[in-house]
């Protein structure tokens, strides 16, 4: 099957190159290149990557000799879907479900979207742009070409996007808001992270927005993404998420951690958007 994708030159791309509409997508070098040198046309046209772009004109990308080919996989799993269009899907990740198939489990959020897009026979793999841990629910965001997976992926590396939690702990927090700049480690002798001075940078904003005598419910914003990184800060403030087994948190049959809303901007509009994902909890 062949993999071409086809883009209409929006108002902001009017006079910009080939080259520099790619640019936009953060895609790298010398990818950008070998697209540029055999595999795009502009209004049916070859086009070099000096060639120049006005609003409404048809590019075509090839990427058929570029992308690998994908074992079949067969998950008819209903999946939940958010938002999508022509480059992004968001996706419902339901708690207790891995995002990556992990080699021991079948099931698996993509899984489930692969098998969605291949029924439909869309020419793209589409890939997961970030991750949750297998405990925690909210959204996922998929990239559904090559194009949007590359800007996607370098917002998140570039820390360009914002990601808003909701979770509730136990016990009141002192302060209403406050910030957690522990680095984090793996542990070595257990599959967890803890704290070191010799960690990674993780920042963690906190802002409570409930409480009562036995729990609180949390804004949470993080500025990295390391794994279990919320659940081990608040873990060693003796504010535990509920349901958080790891990490001594009171029992409960869910983790009530849940990853509500993202705001970016958008690869193709240019424009600021904000997704959100209702609490469960």
Known sequence: MSAILIKKIPEWADGLTVNDYVSNYQVARKTRYILAKDFILLNHVKASGDTMLHENDELSIDFTSMLREHPRVINDTEIKIIYEDDDLIVVEKPHDLLVYD??????????????????KEYPFPVFPIHRLDEQTSGMILFAKHPLALSYMSHLFESKNIEKVYECVVAGKLDKKKMTI????????????????????DAVTHLEVIEENNHTSRLNVMIESGKKHQIRVHLSDMRHAIIGDDLYQGRHHDRLLLHFKKVTFIHPETHQEMTISSPVPF
């Open 102 to 119: 992990d080699g021991n489990q079948k099931d698996n959020l993509t899984g489930r979207v692969a098998y969605y897009f291949e029924k």
């Open 181 to 200: 700049t522990s680095s984090i480690v793996q542990d070595r002798h257990q599959s967890k992270m803890r704290l070191d001075i010799k960690g990674d």
